[in-house]
């Protein structure tokens, strides 16, 4: 079969949860359903019921602290659904349990559950060099038991449970075609009565991961001091509006361009710049896009927020902003000392384009 599957069994080998994928598209109007089987063993439960929980959360620390108290998650939302014995859950079958039930065999029964348009995507901040697997952010996770009863209040035992990460992803929306932003500023200096205008540019509105962006530049000097060089910056800021109202910054590029400037005279050029998380490995709290274990991932997209979206629900908030500064030095006997600078600062959206066409899954016959 060309599909690929993802199978976790419990440790006691009761349960084995099946899933066609782990990257399920939010396509703001609606989000992939997520479609998949448990195989049960009836032998080995003892009287108790089987249930499966999709669950969307706020985690920090790692997985094997949770015992000395070090790792905190906090559910933003839950559902659960009772497989075994059968309280009603009757999914609609499609092509891809259809495969999924065909691997389980006999003791295979199907789930769907429709994740909320309101939840925020996969994302990670990225732990500090000194704190491998120490990851804070957002996942979604399916997990299956065994329990009396769903959302038990003591803990289950590992061996009874089978879980896997999944992720919730955002592609770019499709190129509306409106212009990228402007921004413009004039400013004037001491002892000059003449300003330097400033005007930055980006072509369009949406960019792509590891592409190149193109910031359009257009100065206009009439003072008699000279623009030394040309610094274009980029900043994250990740607002975490879930255990309180922190906003961290940080810088992901920083470009000297010596592109000089002279007194009375104008410039009009476009300077390339490219963020990437290879140059950025080592910054601690940067977000990610959400990963699936070590895969390697990229700096985190933008959090697109639909009208009427409750931002606490949205866990993490992603944003980017370009900054571009015009270094002036000061003509005299002064020089340098008294050089400024004239800034002015364009919102910045990166993502992920469409994957192109539709793969369609088939039973094999």
């Known amino acids: 079969s060309s599909l690929r599957l993802y199978k976790k069994t419990s440790g006691n080998g009761t349960l084995t949860l099946y899933l066609g994928k782990r990257d399920y598209v939010d396509h703001v109007q609606n989000v992939d359903p997520i479609e998949g089987v448990v195989k049960i063993d009836p032998a080995g439960l003892a009287g108790r019921k089987v249930f499966v929980k999709l669950a969307c959360a706020f985690h920090y620390g790692r997985e094997d602290l949770d015992v000395i108290g070090l790792s905190f998650r906090k559910d933003i939302w839950v559902k659960h659904i009772q497989l075994y014995p059968d309280a009603g859950h009757k999914p609609n079958l499609t092509p891809m349990h259809g495969c999924l039930l065909k691997k389980a065999g006999e003791q295979g029964h199907a789930f769907t559950f429709d994740i909320a348009t309101n939840l925020p995507c996969s994302v990670t901040l990225q732990p500090g060099p000194d704190n491998a697997g120490k990851a804070c952010g957002v996942d979604f996770e399916v997990k299956t038991y065994i329990a009396t009863e769903a959302d038990p209040e003591q803990k289950l035992d590992r061996k009874d449970i089978a879980r896997m990460i999944i992720r919730k ?3 770019a929306p499709d190129a509306t075609g409106a212009p990228g932003p402007k921004a413009d500023i004039c400013k004037s200096f001491m002892m000059s009565d003449k300003p330097v205008h400033l005007q930055a540019s980006l072509e369009k509105e949406i960019y792509y991961h590891g592409d190149p962006i193109n910031v359009n530049i ?3 000097n009439e003072t008699s001091r000279t623009v030394t060089k040309i610094k274009i910056t980029v900043e994250q800021t990740t607002d975490v509006v879930l255990y309180s109202a922190d906003k961290y910054t940080k810088t992901i590029l920083s470009q000297d361009f010596g592109e000089t400037i002279d007194a009375n005279s ?7 710049i490219t963020p990437l998380l290879a140059e950025n490995k080592k910054k601690r709290g940067l977000a990610l896009d959400g990963r699936l274990k070590d895969e390697d991932t990229n700096l985190a997209s933008n959090t697109i927020i639909r009208a ?3 931002k606490e629900v949205l866990g993490i908030l992603v944003s980017y902003k370009i900054k571009v500064n015009l270094m002036v030095s000061s003509g005299g006997l002064l020089g340098g000392l008294t050089a400024s600078d004239i800034q002015v600062e364009l919102p910045l959206i ?8 539709k793969l369609i899954v088939l039973p094999n016959k």
């Open 169 to 171: 992803i955002q592609f």
């Open 218 to 220: 257009k100065v206009k």
């Open 266 to 272: 104008t410039f009009n050029k476009s300077l390339a």
């Open 308 to 310: 009427g979206m409750d």
């Open 350 to 357: 990166l993502m992920h384009p469409k994957p192109q066409g």
